[in-house]
């Protein structure tokens, strides 16, 4: 098990942990319970994530010495990065706040905590959801259980991206930019504003009316509160976003660990489920975005998690073995057990519940975006859709035709089991956003992770050619169909 920055990243030890502010901490004991069978099968080998996220490269260069100090590239891209980080931060409600804390933790190492894999659940709707947690927690879905903990699932907790955290090196946005600001009291004292500061983008926010006069950006800490609502956990849960733990505060920003994590958890879940891939997506993204809400990531971060979960997902739906060994298996045992407590079919109970819904700012429009307000699959597919851009300048190359990276196509498999994969890949290149967005790779030989919409091709009614076999996207925001044409 390693543990580097503010992530932790479990190997087959499977040993526990106890978050403390944010900080993932070792302990002697280890989790007792039952191994599923078929859930130690090894994941996928993980691709090699720098090519995926090489493009924060084109908007930072960091100094090398892994202390968050580098060089701005793209004044445009980063300024827009501190304003969004900043607004979302201060015009969250109090409810979204809250939220934010209950995704923000981990599993303890004796479970009277829960993880994002849990808090995702909201997004399965009103009678799926309670269920799904249920399930979860009595040990009635052990494989689903072993597979998208977020805590030590083999899929939802061995991803690292702790390398690339030092690597771009990149300051958290309530890091001040300003070094000689006063140290925090509480805080660590590696966390002194002499010894960790966001001195490097303090020019690119003097002056500006979302940082003080002294630069730092007006990011504001959410107060740690209980969860008494036991609505993950039976017992009361302290919530903390873990400010002046050493790992938070001199981790870097990008990508965002919790927000890799999320996504792992949330697009592992919509293949599983890929009759509410819309609702479970756009819940994930407001995942990743809760780490806005609590000023510790700006949205280059989350879209950075999200590029990661696809390639690490993706690499392990293409894998035969883990395949056919953990994921069908897992999904096997949740649309049984759904459908089994639900006592109908999936359809039926999907048609007679109330879906996920958000309201992050009350309504308020973010700068350049919507009010992010989900009410129903439709808001649920346009909101994601907002998320993988947060409205940032296309100032790449704008031509770049479809760039469907390899194995992404098997992210589709549940959703179309009788397209090829030529068909899949297809739907996944009609549904994709363009070219030009940060962090897009469309042009480089990996192709480009950052332009999926995968909301948007888990919910296509696609044609079929008779003659050619070629698929066409009819429309998105549905039940996912096929038609002969």
């Known amino acids: 098990m390693l543990i580097t ?80 980080a900043v607004w979302i931060n201060r015009n969250a409600t109090e409810a979204q706040q809250f939220r934010a804390l209950q995704d923000a933790m981990y599993q303890n190492s004796t479970a009277t905590s829960y993880d994002q894999s849990l808090t995702l659940s909201t997004g399965l709707g009103s009678v799926l959801g309670p269920l799904y947690r249920k399930g979860r927690t009595s040990g009635a879905l052990p494989l689903t259980s072993a597979l998208i903990n977020s805590s030590d699932g083999t899929s939802g907790a061995h991803l690292n991206v702790n390398p690339l955290k030092t690597r771009f090196s990149y300051p958290r946005p309530y890091l001040p930019s300003n070094s000689d600001t006063a140290a925090v009291p509480g805080f660590a004292e590696e966390c002194d504003p002499s010894k960790v500061s966001g001195s490097s983008l303090r020019w690119l926010r003097l002056k500006q009316p979302y940082a003080t006069a002294k630069g730092n950006l007006r990011i504001k800490r959410v107060t740690d509160r209980n969860d008494t609502t036991h609505q993950f956990a039976p017992n009361d849960v302290y919530l903390s976003a873990g400010y002046g733990s050493a790992g938070l505060c001199t981790g870097g920003s990008f990508p965002s660990g919790h927000g890799t994590t999320a996504y792992q958890a949330g697009l592992t879940l919509a293949t599983l489920l890929p009759e509410l891939a819309p609702e479970i997506l756009a819940r994930t993204s407001e995942a990743g975005n809760n780490r806005l809400v609590l000023g510790v990531h700006y949205p280059l971060d989350v879209m950075g998690g999200r590029i990661a979960a696809q390639a690490s997902l993706a690499a392990q739906w293409s894998d035969k073995e883990y395949r056919t060994k953990v994921l069908e298996p897992a999904r096997r045992e949740l649309v049984r057990y759904l459908k089994q407590s639900c006592k109908s079919t999936l359809a039926k109970c999907i048609a007679r ?133």
């Open 5 to 84: 920055g503010s992530r932790v990243h479990l190997q087959k030890s499977r040993r526990s942990r106890v978050w403390r502010g944010g900080v993932g901490v070792l302990t002697a004991a280890t989790l007792t319970l039952a191994t599923p069978a078929g859930a130690e099968a090894a994941p996928a080998v993980e691709p090699d994530l720098g090519p995926a996220l090489a493009g924060f490269s084109e908007l930072w260069t960091a100094s090398g010495k892994g202390d968050l100090h580098g060089r701005a590239k793209n004044q445009k891209v980063l300024a827009r990065n501190d304003r969004l």
């Open 353 to 485: 519940q109330k879906s996920y819904r958000s309201n992050p700012y009350g309504g308020k429009k973010m700068p350049g975006g919507t009010a992010q307000l989900v009410t129903g699959r439709k808001s649920a597919l346009k909101v994601y859709r907002e998320r993988l851009t947060y409205g940032f300048p296309r100032e790449g190359k704008k031509k770049f035709k479809a760039s469907v990276p390899a194995g992404a196509a098997n992210l589709l498999l549940t959703t179309f089991p009788t397209l090829t994969k030529t068909q899949r890949t297809s739907v996944l290149a009609q549904t994709q956003i363009p070219s030009g967005y940060p962090l897009d790779r469309s042009g480089h030989k990996g192709k480009s992770w950052q332009r999926l919409d995968l909301a948007a091709a888990m919910s296509a009614t696609v044609k079929v050619s008779k003659k050619t076999g070629k698929v066409k996207v009819v429309s998105t925001g549905g039940p996912a169909r096929v038609r002969k044409g």
